[in-house]
């Protein structure tokens, strides 16, 4: 897969996350909204602020948009399909914190294995 084509495909995955983001925060905001319409009339409705925070909201989507690109093209040639490349670019928080912890996991030796090898004379 292409470069671009691989970073494009998943910033639409995550921009696919994102969306479920607003759409369910949305949704708990209507629920709310009618909870309250049912319990007292001309009483307080929640506010839409409460529910969602354009300014940190827009910068999480940002940065998800980016580690879905970023996941994309560090697993291009892998990657065989559109969907395929969604999927890595809707998960790519957690595949690149799975990759980062393998990656760190390398460094650490194996303890049992030093040991026996200090104790052998």
């Known amino acids: 897969m292409e470069a671009m084509t691989a970073a494009g495909l998943g910033a639409v995955g995550g921009a696919v996350i994102e969306i479920l983001y607003v759409w369910s925060s949305l949704t708990a905001w209507q629920q709310a909204r009618r909870k309250a319409r049912a319990k007292r009339k001309g009483g307080r409705l929640p506010r839409l602020d409460e529910y969602l925070d354009p300014v940190a909201d827009s910068l999480v989507a940002a940065t998800r948009l980016a580690l ?54």
Do not use: N
């Open 68 to 121: 879905g690109a970023a996941a994309c093209l560090l697993f291009r040639d892998q990657i065989t399909g559109t969907m395929a490349a969604i999927a890595v670019g809707a998960s790519a928080p957690a595949l690149l914190r799975q990759v980062g912890t393998l990656r760190s996991l390398r460094g650490v030796p194996d303890a049992p294995a030093e040991q026996a090898r200090e104790t052998t004379p």
